[in-house]
């Protein structure tokens, strides 16, 4: 918003100049998303009276010590992103209103799980094949809008890691299978976030690595020089992926054990979400299930647990996700934690590495 109302005096101000630069911007949007988290979060759960249903077949340590802690922590994780987004983005970059109009979809879904949860005091909310029905009709809307804006040389084309010159090429099968990544990144996070601060920080390598990608991907001479395909205008999301890595520091803070908030599906289900849509934006989708391997990793072990249980009527885990498996082993919370944060940051790294290796 700064950038589209300035533009026409960016020659004439000193230093607004530095508003033609996306990585300014970017920086700008993840300080303002913090200071907004840090300014909100104290007020936000001081009053919030909304508290965390806890599962009853989980760790007992859960029930004793994570009962009554405020929930819905999420919505200002997303208020902060898309505020800072619109500040600092070019409002009419119709990728960055994409994204925000799934984030905020996926948000006002979590945000309805949670309040259903608190009203009804369980962890059921919504009924699991309502929740994914409205997530793939958001998901398909979004994809098929998507690739109405491309420019015609990329429409329709699926690209892989590692292979330069293997590509699919087409527009309905791509839309079904990017529909697909967008609800199982959301689906994803929104498994991994069980313990405090559990899914913010591999959020924020994911957000930081896909801001990278948008930015290569958004240039022509350093998409060119690494064979990906250069999708134009991409580089604007940059300054989503500051904001949204901003808003979860901020989030952080307040959720670092012992947890002052829980993030909830408000915050899961929107985080995951726009992670689904900035890989599926840039066309790099699979690159996605590498950087956010973590994620990936917590999804599978509750297939395979109910797939296995189906079939045998035994586990395979002491619990699903698998984060409680290593609880139910002994692991203390910030031990899970902390490992599996080393995890997602050799995830993030694997998958950063795509870009060169070809």
Same mark, same amino acid.
């Given at each position: 918003?700064?950038?589209?109302?300035?533009? @026409?005096?960016?020659?004439?101000?000193?230093?607004?100049?530095?508003?033609?630069?996306?990585?300014?911007?970017?920086?700008?949007?993840?300080?303002?998303?913090? %200071?907004?988290? $840090? $300014?909100?979060?104290?007020?936000?759960?001081?009053?919030?009276?909304?508290?965390?249903?806890?599962?009853?077949?989980? @760790?007992?340590?859960?029930?004793?010590?994570?009962?009554?802690?405020?929930?819905?922590?999420?919505?200002?994780?997303?208020?902060?992103?898309?505020?800072?987004?619109?500040?600092?983005?070019?409002?009419?970059?119709?990728?960055?209103?994409?994204?925000?109009?799934? +984030?905020?979809?996926?948000?006002?879904?979590? =945000?309805?799980?949670?309040?259903?949860?608190?009203?009804?005091?369980?962890?059921?909310?919504? !009924?699991?094949?309502?929740?994914?029905?409205?997530?793939?009709?958001?998901?398909?809307?979004?994809?098929?809008?998507? &690739?109405?804006?491309?420019?015609?040389?990329?429409?329709?084309?699926?690209? =892989?890691?590692?292979?330069?010159?293997?590509?699919?090429?087409?527009?309905?099968?791509?839309? *079904?299978?990017?529909?697909?990544? %967008?609800?199982? /990144?959301?689906?994803?996070?929104?498994?991994?976030?069980?313990?405090?601060?559990?899914?913010?920080?591999?959020?924020?390598?994911?957000?930081?690595?896909?801001?990278?990608?948008?930015?290569?991907?958004?240039?022509?001479? =350093? /998409?060119?020089? #690494?064979?990906?395909?250069?999708?134009? /205008?991409?580089? &604007?999301? *940059?300054?989503?992926?500051?904001?949204?890595?901003?808003? *979860?520091?901020?989030?952080?803070?307040?959720?670092? @054990? @012992?947890?002052?908030?829980?993030?909830?599906?408000?915050?899961?289900?929107?985080?995951?979400?726009?992670?689904?849509?900035?890989?599926?934006? +840039?066309?790099? &989708?699979?690159? #996605?299930?590498?950087?956010?391997?973590?994620?990936?990793? &917590?999804?599978?072990?509750?297939?395979?647990?109910?797939?296995? =249980? !189906? *079939? +045998?009527?035994?586990? %395979?885990?002491?619990?699903?996700?698998?984060?409680?498996?290593?609880?139910?082993?002994?692991?203390?919370? /910030?031990?899970?934690?902390?490992?599996?944060?080393?995890?997602?940051?050799?995830?993030? #790294?694997?998958?950063?590495? +795509?870009?060169? %290796?070809?």
């Amino acid at each position: 918003m700064f950038y589209n109302f300035l533009f @026409p005096y960016l020659n004439f101000i000193s230093g607004m100049n530095l508003l033609r630069y996306i990585t300014f911007r970017t920086m700008c949007a993840l300080l303002t998303s913090l %200071i907004i988290s $840090f $300014f909100l979060y104290p007020t936000f759960i001081k009053r919030l009276k909304f508290t965390q249903p806890i599962r009853g077949d989980g @760790p007992e340590s859960h029930i004793l010590q994570k009962q009554g802690t405020p929930t819905m922590g999420g919505a200002i994780i997303i208020a902060a992103t898309v505020l800072s987004s619109l500040l600092w983005g070019d409002i009419t970059n119709y990728y960055l209103i994409l994204l925000i109009f799934l +984030t905020l979809s996926y948000c006002f879904l979590g =945000f309805y799980d949670d309040y259903l949860k608190i009203k009804f005091k369980n962890s059921k909310g919504v !009924r699991g094949k309502k929740k994914m029905l409205i997530q793939i009709f958001v998901a398909l809307i979004f994809s098929y809008l998507v &690739e109405s804006v491309r420019a015609p040389d990329v429409v329709g084309k699926l690209t =892989f890691p590692f292979l330069k010159n293997f590509v699919i090429d087409n527009s309905l099968f791509l839309i *079904c299978f990017t529909t697909f990544v %967008i609800v199982g /990144s959301s689906n994803a996070v929104n498994l991994t976030d069980g313990l405090d601060g559990l899914a913010t920080f591999p959020s924020m390598l994911a957000a930081l690595c896909l801001g990278i990608i948008s930015y290569i991907s958004g240039h022509f001479i =350093f /998409s060119n020089y #690494l064979q990906i395909i250069h999708v134009v /205008s991409a580089g &604007e999301l *940059c300054i989503f992926c500051g904001a949204l890595i901003g808003a *979860c520091l901020g989030f952080l803070w307040y959720n670092a @054990p @012992p947890a002052m908030i829980f993030m909830g599906d408000t915050g899961s289900l929107a985080i995951g979400g726009a992670l689904g849509g900035l890989s599926v934006i +840039t066309k790099h &989708e699979f690159v #996605l299930a590498i950087i956010g391997g973590l994620f990936v990793w &917590e999804a599978l072990s509750v297939m395979i647990q109910v797939a296995y =249980f !189906r *079939c +045998t009527g035994k586990r %395979i885990f002491l619990m699903s996700p698998i984060h409680h498996h290593f609880e139910k082993k002994g692991w203390t919370e /910030s031990t899970v934690v902390i490992r599996f944060w080393i995890i997602s940051f050799v995830f993030a #790294l694997i998958g950063l590495s +795509t870009l060169k %290796i070809r």
